[in-house]
């Protein structure tokens, strides 16, 4: 059976213990699949660190960017951090409309994580600019993408009423 010494314990192994590779000119990864998991699992854990929110910010910027009909309404990527930081400061790193402290974490499907900070703008049709921008959990963001602030405020609202999660005031 043919084998292949691991890049990274260095152990030789059998090919299968390698996943596949169209990059890799041999077809195979050169870290073996035990190695491949734990540098996943050790890159999930940075994540989960405030270490690489400013990498999360950055990449949502480029995102942003990306898209055709922002390229002209967006501010600079040094703009867009500098907010950034200022808000979470700001709000104790939470998303301000819903209180949810910001994680990077994926969750268990591994799909990136709703409690992850993500750019709103509080109009629309004004783009990415500084005044216009308010830092929100991806929840509250996806919510805002048919409904205004003021209706998914009031749903939220209404929601917790009526699941008991607060009692109406009454006025
Ligand atoms: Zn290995």
Same mark, same amino acid.
């Given at each position: 059976m043919s084998t292949q010494i691991c890049r990274s314990c260095e152990i030789k192994k059998p090919i299968t213990e390698f996943d596949r590779s169209s990059a890799a000119a041999d077809g @195979?990864?050169?870290?073996c699949k035990v190695c491949s998991r734990n540098k996943r699992n050790a890159s999930n854990a940075r994540m @989960?660190?405030?270490?690489?929110m400013g990498r999360h910010v950055r990449q949502r910027y480029n995102t942003a960017k990306s898209r055709p009909k922002h390229k002209d309404t967006i501010c600079s990527e040094e703009e867009w951090v500098a907010e950034f930081w200022r808000q979470y400061n700001e709000t104790g790193g @939470?998303? !301000?409309?819903?209180g949810i402290k910001y994680d990077l974490a994926n969750n268990s499907s591994g799909a990136?994580? !709703?409690?992850a900070p993500s750019c709103d703008q509080?109009? !629309?049709?004004?783009?990415?600019?500084v005044g216009n921008m308010q830092w929100v959990s991806v929840f509250y963001n996806r919510m805002k993408m048919d409904l205004s602030d003021a209706e998914v405020s009031n749903f939220m609202y209404q929601s917790a009423i009526h699941n008991g999660w607060v009692s109406h005031t009454g006025e």
């Open positions: @195979r990864q050169g870290n @989960r660190s405030n270490g690489d @939470r998303c !301000p409309k819903t990136s994580n !709703p409690r509080i109009i !629309p049709s004004m783009g990415y600019v």
